[in-house]
């Protein structure tokens, strides 16, 4: 059966860089694109990026500038990282699977990350 | 971006109608879908996924829940209302990048 698993830091100081890995099983992701979707107090839930099939990405201009998604197909990973963190950063982030027309059919438990020092 | 508006809350009385809307800042209906999706989430727990392309049903889900509308205007109908659908609900829209989502509307037992 299909499913997603992310892991990642609890705790994360501004100004520092998050990473966060979503283990997937049950699907390739060569046949699917992967989202990153992250659910914050101040803005609600809010589409990151994605990563296509292919391996090319797309982000949200929001936060192009300091974020980066990549893949390990052999390890059937997704990486999420994103640099200068602020403490409006702090929140629950989601990898979720896309299907053809982009909504998200399966999604992982996600992962809640708090930005302070 | 596409800003999709939804209702803050909603109280129904359990084995009633629910019925939440979804307004969009522009069309997301193309000639073959509308891409309207909409989600539900429990307190601690992930989005899931109910209806996708306004009206399909996802798989697993009680045919209680459906949904209908096109180009701006959508709906999420709940009927009959069970206290097991005490949630937040979520559209969302794919027509175009960036995917958004609406604010979500919480439903509330009367």
């Known amino acids: 059966q299909v499913q997603l698993k992310e892991t990642g830091p609890g705790l994360v100081q501004p100004t520092q860089t998050l990473s966060i890995t979503c283990t997937v099983s049950?699907?390739?992701?060569?046949?699917?694109?992967m989202q990153w979707v992250r659910q914050t107090p101040g803005k609600g839930l809010e589409w990151m990026g994605f990563i296509r099939s292919g391996g090319s990405t797309e982000y949200n201009s929001e936060f192009k500038s300091r974020l980066s998604i990549s893949r390990d197909t052999s390890k059937n990973q997704v990486f999420l990282k994103m640099n200068s963190l602020k403490t409006e950063d702090t929140g629950v982030y989601y990898c979720?699977?896309?299907?053809?027309?982009?909504?998200?059919?399966?999604w992982g438990q996600g992962v809640m990350v708090t930005v302070s020092s | 971006d596409i800003v999709l508006t939804q209702s803050p809350a909603l109280a129904v009385s359990l084995g009633q109608r629910a019925t939440i809307s979804c307004r969009a800042s522009?069309?997301?209906?193309?000639?073959?879908?509308?891409?309207m999706h909409w989600y539900q989430q429990k307190p601690g727990e992930q989005p899931k996924l109910l209806i996708y392309?306004?009206?399909n049903l996802a798989s697993g889900i009680p045919v209680r829940f459906s949904g209908s509308g096109s180009g701006t205007d959508f709906t999420l109908t709940i009927n009959p209302v069970q206290a097991d659908d005490i949630a937040t609900y979520y559209c969302?829209?794919?027509?175009?990048?960036?995917?958004?989502f609406g604010s979500g509307t919480k439903l509330e037992i009367k």
């Open positions: 522009q069309s997301v209906s193309t000639s073959s879908y509308n891409l």
């Open positions: 979720a699977r896309e299907a053809p027309r982009g909504y998200a059919d399966y």
């Open positions: 392309d306004a009206s």
């Open positions: 049950g699907f390739s992701l060569t046949s699917y694109y």
């Open positions: 969302q829209q794919s027509r175009e990048l960036p995917l958004t």
